[in-house]
């Protein structure tokens, strides 16, 4: 027999152990089963991000058109506000004339009972 300037112990042409070549085999193939499991994770993390971010677009969407929906209505209720200050003016002068009317009454209440005294004490004279 001469000796092999290889490194290698395999030879192309030797005969091989079976066992070892099946359990390669296995390896590989537990070994592709592990890689294919990680990138299909990977890939399923990735099409579940799109679906939040497609059911965030979706949300900020609709908010977004809340919020028009809620600043139009703002500034029609703005403007209904400001044809409605000179109306609220008179109602803040005409309640200002009732209160000064009703202290006027209760003055003149006042003075017509004092005058209805003073009237009943000379009429006892």
Do not use: C
Request: no cysteine; glycine share 2%; charged share 30%.
């Amino acid at each position: 027999p001469t000796l092999s300037t290889s490194t290698s112990s395999f030879e192309a042409l030797d005969p091989h152990d079976p066992n070892l070549s099946r359990l390669a085999t296995t390896m590989f193939q537990k070994t592709a089963d592990y890689l294919y499991g990680e990138l299909t994770a990977t890939q399923e993390d990735y099409r579940l991000l799109e679906a939040m971010n497609r059911a965030t677009i979706t949300k900020y969407s609709d908010m977004k058109q809340i919020a028009g929906n809620v600043a139009r209505t703002m500034v029609e209720l703005n403007e209904k506000y400001k044809s409605l200050q000179p109306y609220l003016d008179q109602i803040d002068q005409i309640e200002d004339s009732v209160t000064k009317l009703e202290q006027a009454a209760y003055k003149l209440d006042a003075y017509s009972k004092r005058l209805e005294a003073k009237f009943k004490h000379l009429e006892k004279r």
